[in-house]
């Protein structure tokens, strides 16, 4: 290997290091929230504006406010009459209050990996813990006041239906008194989409102006919020072809709209939107008919600190005699990818599976998700997938790979003209560098030819890495023994020497495991060592000691990385260390192996002696 190539790998290592270090010396501040904050309604236009998520009740008031939160969560929902919400993958209930969806857990999603863990809890009701719903309702126009509409207080009847399951409906009825009579049917299919029918129906003598809504509201940040610089959290929307993304920190900083209380962006969709809330595996969406003019709303009330996101529908005239009807949907789950891209390809909600962050590699992420799933389908173990995926990846690149090596061999022939040209030339760098180039050109050799499989590797890397961490496939997904979680870092350490003694390795967050390891770190560390030994050391003393302290540099560095991306980059050392060593001899170079670990521990004599 010369020294443009070895020169070119250490400052990309040396580049990957400083970008790893700075974000673990100085990870982005956790945002602070107000813990006294009340909230508002706002009373400003109805024609152009819905009302606020439903207020917490005052301090002081809240019976739970001493509880902890599963049982203030418990007490909250035992405040209203509520209609169970049973499904293969869902349960949770709808409060007649409002006719909100505000309790919602996904049946197949467990906190952790304890065999007492509960499932993953989505919603949750107004007084509970981190309150998080969906709210559906009226906006008055005309005559009509804000206490002819259904809104966030409405006391809603059951019309019919006892259970909401993928094959029952429920329909929820309110009569105003003054000849509108509301209804909302509500169904939900096998997965997690809800389809949410408005309708009005004008018993009275003269028409009536008003508009449909959906809100999406979340009081305060949420508690296992990652706060990661790859990761996006907050909004996102899709509007007329175009995807955003809003961070939950830049909600507050809205300019677009700024009143006394709050902050909001108001962005006018011709067809084909939605918007809601993601977080890293779960989202909750408000989702309009395909061909459905709305306007996207996002929106902080800095006085309550509640996030909201909002799909204002356009007002419609209900004649006398008639009635109007609007029905929209609703995501609240998990992303699974299988399932996000079904209801984008077969139900036609308009790049859907971009809501899953891809990252700006997403012409990488996307192919190497896709390949990863298949092989996990195929193979049934998804770490197995990570080591076949990586397979799939040294053999599309072997042919740039054997070109490199070739390179490589063909500079080492040329080993002992350079030795001559630097003896002749001497201390001028100039002259050496021009006769080089000369050598290079008559004997058709590119120096940087050799770098180029290195390169190539660099994106696929980190577009591995944000497929591995942000991807809901991962997520507690075991590969063998200990390694019960590819999506967390190696749960064995040297503090408890591997699980031989009696107590528990470090938590993943903790300095603590930056220091003791485990088996997959330590593998890491070995494969780049030897993959090192393949060559020789460089004869510069400092590259020598900077190659030499690299692999255990890198293994401790990525020792809290993901299982899944160091089962990766274990298989892809492996593979490499195989392919050199191939090619290395089919041109006339057998590395010595064992000669160069032996030399790496030889004591070097201090200079003149």
Request: charged content about 20%; some cysteine.
């Amino acid at each position: 290997m010369d020294d443009q190539n070895k020169n070119l790998i250490l400052a990309t290592a040396l580049s990957f290091l400083v970008i790893l270090v700075w974000f673990l010396l100085f990870p982005p501040p956790e945002p602070e929230t107000d813990p006294n904050a009340v909230s508002i309604v706002d009373a400003g236009d109805p024609a152009a504006t819905t009302e606020m998520a439903l207020p917490p009740p005052a301090a002081g008031d809240d019976p739970a406010a001493t509880l902890d939160p599963e049982a203030a969560t418990a007490v909250a929902l035992s405040e209203a009459a509520r209609l169970p919400i049973d499904t293969p993958e869902l349960e949770g209930s709808i409060s007649l209050i409002g006719g909100r969806i505000d309790d919602l857990s996904l049946r197949g999603y467990f906190e952790t990996l304890e065999d007492d863990s509960p499932i993953v809890r989505l919603l949750s009701p107004v007084g509970g813990d981190e309150p998080y719903y969906a709210l559906y309702g009226w906006a008055p126009g005309g005559d009509l006041g804000f206490d002819q509409v259904p809104g966030a207080n409405t006391e809603w009847s059951v019309e019919s239906g006892e259970v909401l399951t993928p094959e029952t409906p429920v329909t929820l009825i309110w009569d105003n008194g003054a000849g509108l009579i509301f209804r909302r049917t509500i169904a939900i299919d096998e997965n997690f989409m809800f389809s949410v029918t408005q309708s009005v129906e004008n018993t009275g003598d003269s028409a009536a102006r008003l508009a449909p809504y959906g809100i999406v509201a979340r009081h305060g940040l949420p508690d296992d919020m990652q706060n990661f610089f790859i990761l996006h959290e907050g909004v996102v929307r899709k509007a007329d072809g175009q995807l955003d993304e809003i961070a939950y920190d830049d909600v507050p900083d809205l300019d677009f709209v700024q009143r006394e209380a709050a902050a909001a962006e108001i962005v006018e969709v011709e067809a084909d939107g939605w918007i809601g809330f993601t977080d890293k595996y779960w989202m909750t969406t408000l989702i309009p008919g395909a061909d459905q003019p709305f306007t996207s709303v996002t929106k902080y009330v800095a006085a309550a600190d509640i996030y909201q996101t909002e799909a204002r529908l356009p007002a419609m005239t209900v004649e006398a005699g008639q009635t109007a009807e609007v029905t929209t949907q609703l995501f609240a789950g998990a992303k699974e990818w299988e399932t996000i891209r079904n209801y984008q390809n077969i139900d036609g909600v308009e790049r859907f599976l971009d809501s899953i962050d891809w990252g700006w590699f997403y012409f990488l992420t996307k192919p190497i998700f896709w390949l990863l799933h298949n092989l996990n389908v195929l193979i049934g173990n998804m770490g197995l997938a990570i080591i076949a995926l990586t397979i799939i990846i040294k053999a599309a690149l072997f042919p740039l790979a054997y070109k490199s090596y070739a390179s490589m061999a063909r500079m080492r022939e040329l080993q002992p003209q350079m030795e001559k040209i630097k003896e002749r030339v001497g201390d001028d760098r100039q002259k050496m560098q021009q006769e080089m180039m000369e050598l290079y050109k008559r004997e058709k050799v590119n120096p940087a030819s050799g770098c180029l499989p290195i390169l190539l590797q660099i994106p696929i890397f980190f577009s591995l890495y944000k497929v591995i961490f942000v991807t809901l496939e991962l997520r507690h997904a075991p590969f063998f023994g200990w390694i019960n979680d590819l999506s967390a870092p190696d749960s064995s350490s040297i503090f408890n020497l591997f699980g031989l003694l009696p107590w528990a390795a470090p938590e993943p967050t903790s300095i603590l495991a930056l220091i003791f390891i485990g088996v997959l770190p330590i593998l890491l560390g070995i494969s780049m060592w030897l993959q090192q030994k393949l060559n020789p050391q460089p004869t510069d003393p400092t590259q020598a000691a900077i190659f030499a302290w690299l692999p255990w540099v890198f293994m401790f560095m990525l020792g809290t990385f993901a299982s899944g991306l160091l089962v990766y980059w274990i298989a892809n050392n492996t593979i490499t260390f195989v392919q050199q060593y191939i090619i290395m001899k089919r041109h006339g170079y057998t590395p010595d192996l064992f000669g160069n670990i032996k030399s790496s521990f030889k004591r070097k004599k201090p200079a003149g002696k």
